[in-house]
């Protein structure tokens, strides 16, 4: 068996289509596992797919990555084959500096925007330093892992590098993560504004599991959100007792009803589909 593809870029009605997993469409498929790893009040989310490799969305505030992280791939795992900024706000970059000095990192999605944190900055520094390959976030770059896994980017609609915005949640890079009939979406800080964006567009938003935007708070998640996406399982990454009150009280009651796991209660969050069905493995 030989590896059939990396990184082929493909043009087409479908947009850019990028594969990166092995492409044995044949073999037995075996579990999708998600991690949504506790950094205290930020986002890091691990995803593994069952052809071995690895996706990292965010990497939390500074210092507070790597043990979760190492406790989700082991000690020898050196290797994350695409990690996702999406957008560059200290609570989901920060950790990023210790990520690329401990780990093989071989592609990174990102929107490209002005940024001018120092976080961001070194960041931005330390990945040219290390010639890791970037990608540009738009709504028709995606990717194929093989073993019927995709990562379809949604959000931003538009190539925004370059661009200096006022407000980087409102930039977060959204992706819809599918394996067989099961379904994740991932929305970084996205605003309400942003929501209506991705609204406006028809695009299919249903998710079996969401990562409740801007770590639960009332200025994303709205009804008409939540009710397109019609999550099982809602997922808070927060800090415990964080001073902006997150998840918000109101976000929560729209959610009635639903299964709500918070990394401030749990810790680190695993959910595993087996391609049918999404089971909390904690
Ligand atoms: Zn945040």
């Not at 037995?28 to 071995?52: C, K």
């Not at 990174?108 to 961001?120: A, D, F, K, M, P």
């Not at 929560?252 to 810790?267: C, H, N, Q, V």
Request: glycine fraction near 10%.
């Amino acid at each position: 068996m030989q590896k059939r593809f990396l990184l082929e870029i493909y043009g087409g009605l479908l947009g850019i289509i990028i594969l990166l997993g092995f492409g044995f469409a044949n073999l037995p498929q075996e579990n999708l596992r998600v991690s949504f790893l506790d950094v205290g009040q930020g986002d890091a989310i691990l995803i593994q797919t069952p052809q071995q490799q690895r996706i990292l969305v965010d990497a939390g505030p500074v210092g507070n990555i790597l043990t979760p992280l190492g406790e989700e791939l082991g000690f020898f795992e050196k290797k994350i084959n695409l990690v996702i900024i999406t957008h560059p706000d200290a609570d989901h970059i920060a950790g990023f500096a210790e990520v690329l000095r401990r780990y093989e990192v071989e592609n990174i999605l990102l929107t490209g925007i002005v940024g001018e944190s120092t976080w961001y900055q070194d960041l931005l520094q330390q990945i040219a330093q290390q010639k890791i390959h970037t990608i540009i976030a738009d709504a028709k770059t995606d990717f194929d892992f093989g073993g019927g896994v995709i990562v379809d980017t949604l959000y931003p609609l538009e190539n925004l590098a370059g661009k200096k915005v006022a407000d980087t949640n409102a930039t977060s890079i959204t992706t819809r993560i599918t394996f067989g009939k099961t379904s994740l979406l991932l929305t970084g800080d996205l605003d309400i504004a942003g929501e209506k964006d991705l609204l406006a567009t028809g695009v299919n938003l249903s998710a079996d599991v969401l990562k409740l935007g801007h770590h639960g708070s009332h200025t994303s998640n709205s009804e008409e959100w939540l009710a397109a996406v019609n999550p099982e399982i809602a997922v808070v990454s927060a800090g415990k007792d964080n001073q902006f009150g997150h998840p918000h009280a109101d976000v929560i009651e729209r959610l009635k009803g639903k299964k709500i796991l918070s990394t401030m209660e749990i810790g680190n969050i695993d959910l595993v589909s087996d391609g049918n069905t999404w089971v909390n493995v904690n």
